[in-house]
């Protein structure tokens, strides 16, 4: 009996000493890591829950804008019409040398913004480091410029500088797509590092296919041509490619 006794009081010594080792072993259970982009996707749904809310007044004053409107100006260099760059090149780079307005300028955007985004629901889709981007973008004007007879010294040290600028600017921040279930169903938002967040400085409404955009169905423009009817019951439809006589209108049809 003792020996049965000192048996049991051994096994129960060795069931406790078990279950203390395998209580202190490390857990091997790996932790989800946060992705170079999240924060930056943190800061464009965070926006644009300010923005249905208080529109204009989500915009801050920020130096980082400034770099933000000199890699929107490259874009527009590469994607806007030959004949409003002729016509506006000079007016866009001297609104570019005001800071203010720079500022006022995204202000009305995201007051544009504020009735649109209501209900629309959107979620960020996925985020490009600018960085990457900005190369394709300068190297798209000057292969443009080129093409037009525009490439100039004086235009070639222009695109300098504004490069300059928004590397200097958006080093470290992204370009991140939201997709929404409503009009407007995507945006892009351009965030920049400042000390160690990530604040959103500008708004894209459509990306060039250069960039790697593409443009909306047919179901999602005649979606935002009701949604922005005024309340009125009349849907004018999509003009679509081919419904007008290429002899009256020989260049693509736009779908705004």
């Known amino acids: 009996m003792h020996r049965l006794a000192t048996l049991g009081f051994s096994i129960s010594v060795?069931?406790?000493?078990?279950?203390?080792?395998?209580?202190?072993?490390?857990?091997?259970?790996?932790?989800?890591?946060?992705?170079?982009?999240?924060?930056?996707?943190?800061?464009?749904?965070?926006?644009?829950?300010?923005?249905?809310?208080?529109?204009?007044?989500?915009?801050?004053?920020?130096?980082?804008?400034?770099?933000?409107?000199?890699?929107?100006?490259?874009?527009?260099?590469?994607?806007?019409?030959?004949?409003?760059?002729?016509?506006?090149?000079?007016?866009?780079?001297?609104?570019?040398?005001?800071?203010?307005?720079?500022?006022?300028?995204?202000?009305?955007?995201?007051?544009?913004?504020?009735?649109?985004?209501?209900?629309a629901e959107c979620k960020p889709e996925s985020a490009t480091p600018l960085t990457e981007l900005l190369p394709r973008v300068v190297a798209r004007v000057q292969a443009r410029m080129q093409s037009l007879g525009l490439w100039r010294p004086d235009f070639e040290e222009l695109v300098a500088s504004l490069a300059g600028e928004a590397t200097a600017g958006l080093d470290g921040g992204w370009l991140v797509h939201m997709t929404c279930y409503g009009d407007p169903y995507e945006l892009w938002l351009a965030t920049a590092k400042r000390d160690e967040r990530q604040v959103v400085v500008g708004i894209l409404s459509s990306l060039p296919a250069y960039l790697g955009g593409e443009p909306l169905s047919d179901d999602f423009v005649e979606g935002r041509i009701r949604a922005r009817s005024s309340g009125s019951s009349v849907n004018i439809g999509v003009v679509r490619e081919g419904a007008v006589d290429s002899r009256w209108m020989p260049f693509s049809i736009e779908e705004l």
């Not at 069931?15 to 943190?42: I, K, N, Y």
């Not at 920020?62 to 590469?78: K, Q």
């Open 14 to 119: 060795g069931v406790s000493a078990v279950a203390l080792t395998s209580g202190c072993q490390p857990s091997t259970t790996v932790a989800r890591t946060v992705g170079p982009a999240e924060p930056a996707q943190r800061a464009a749904v965070s926006f644009v829950h300010c923005v249905e809310q208080d529109g204009g007044g989500c915009v801050t004053r920020d130096p980082l804008h400034v770099s933000w409107d000199a890699f929107a100006l490259l874009n527009w260099l590469g994607a806007g019409s030959p004949t409003s760059i002729l016509l506006g090149l000079r007016r866009e780079v001297e609104h570019h040398s005001d800071r203010l307005a720079v500022q006022d300028r995204l202000v009305s955007v995201a007051a544009r913004y504020r009735e649109p985004l209501r209900g």
